[in-house]
């Protein structure tokens, strides 16, 4: 970990169990605070600084920019949970069964859960309510912004986005786990969200679905480091509620042995969360493993997406689906493809390639070309990627594999 990292570290552990930090000199303040910006816990770790003690510390015009930004998250956050009781409330006047998820429920275990940011609301539907729902959504000014085979996202020009769920799961990863899907509405719990009665998951199946979430997140570009402390939040409330042998069979029903193994490991390395003891029945994994996982975890920002440089490469280290020999060979051939692309997978600024299939040399030259005067990518962006795309979408199709994703 980097100095900075390590730094934010002490801050987030003190954060989380309302203490001050005890040591804040000679710390990188501006590095720590770009890290936590980068991770979404900027506001969050506000409240474990003794201002008086900080202010010889730190810049004054980078601790009051922070102070403002603080403000700002706990407002914005609290009008948010209003919002979604206002919308919870028309749910249920419609007879309309709705689970909250995630930040929604964990947001109440943090010391200060108005500065444990949510850029949207997860709520879990029956799909034969969607219509409805979305007659109700739309009724009260939002508009729908994006549709998935997993959700549909609605916005609104004064609230925070509301994202409409009928399934926790990508098709594509997890096959044939309808029942246990169907599963999750018959252990539901009763919750209150801005004092709306409303559903949420049982502990056990929260527990899962935040490391579906966590994985989902991974194979594609990352996830950062408040997914990992909202489990850490979550069991430092509830852990002495956790039914293990339930858990354990929940996480094998849904073949995530050696990704919950791994990120409890990742959770006791950065947090010092002990170790479920009950774990161990669901296999082992290598020190390096969870190494690496904390790497990539820094490396990906909130949601994965920290640079265009590390999506490009997120691209480059999957899988080829009918190429599964080494990482090496995967990651190669992608690059291969990545260089060099067929015609039809070509821009239309280079549609001559696609008249003249002889001109496809003539296009890849042009579009390496442009590639290397775009404006859009920095310089830096550039000589990383020609100096250690390789190298790094390697170790990230190696890290995928040793956790059976």
Not at 138 to 162: C, D, F, K, M, W
Not at 163 to 191: C, N, P, Y
Not at 213 to 218: A, E, G, I, N, P
Request: charged share 25%; with cysteine.
């Amino acid at each position: 970990m980097k100095k900075q990292q390590e730094q934010l570290l002490e801050l987030i552990v003190s954060a989380i169990h309302g203490a001050k930090l005890e040591d804040i000199q000679d710390k990188d303040w501006e590095g720590i605070l770009e890290e936590a910006r980068e991770h979404q816990v900027k506001g969050m770790i506000y409240p474990a600084v003794d201002r008086e003690q900080i202010e010889g510390e730190i810049g004054e015009s980078l601790f009051a920019n922070w102070k403002r930004e603080t403000f700002r998250t706990g407002v914005s956050q609290i009008q948010h949970i209003y919002q979604v009781g206002r919308i919870l409330n028309l749910f249920n006047i419609a007879d309309i069964k709705v689970i909250v998820l995630k930040g929604l429920v964990i947001r109440e275990y943090y010391p200060r859960p108005e500065l444990r940011t949510m850029c949207d609301a997860d709520l879990l539907v029956h799909e034969k309510d969607l219509k409805a729902i979305e007659t109700i959504i739309l009724q009260e000014g939002y508009a729908v912004n994006e549709v998935s085979a997993l959700h549909i996202r609605y916005t609104h020009p004064r609230n925070a986005p509301i994202e409409i769920h009928w399934t926790i799961r990508d098709e594509g990863m997890f096959e044939d786990k309808d029942v246990l899907e169907q599963a999750l509405w018959l252990e539901t719990v009763s919750v209150q969200v801005a004092g709306i009665e409303t559903l949420t998951l049982g502990l056990e199946d929260t527990i899962v679905h935040l490391c579906i979430h966590m994985v989902t997140h991974l194979a594609l570009w990352g996830f950062g480091i408040r997914q990992v402390l909202d489990l850490v939040v979550l069991m430092n409330a509830k852990g002495e509620d956790v039914n293990w042998r339930l858990l354990c069979k929940k996480v094998k029903d849904w073949e995530l042995e050696t990704f919950v193994v791994t990120i409890f490991k990742v959770a006791e390395s950065l947090f010092g969360l002990p170790f479920p003891h009950q774990l161990n029945k669901l296999g082992k994994v290598k020190d390096n493993v969870v190494t690496e996982l904390i790497e990539d975890i820094w490396a990906a920002g909130v949601h994965g997406k920290r640079d265009t440089m590390r999506l490009l490469m997120c691209g480059l280290a999957e899988d080829v689906e009918d190429k599964k020999a080494g990482v090496e060979s995967n990651v190669r051939h992608n690059f291969v493809t990545f260089l060099f692309p067929s015609a039809d997978k070509l821009p239309d600024v280079y549609h001559y390639a696609k008249k003249n299939k002889w001109l496809l040399p003539v296009a890849w030259v042009h579009r390496t070309w442009n590639g290397i005067w775009h404006k859009e990518y920095k310089l830096g962006d550039k000589l990383k990627f020609a100096f250690t795309a390789f190298r790094v979408s390697q170790k990230r199709n190696k890290l995928l594999r040793n956790l059976n994703l």
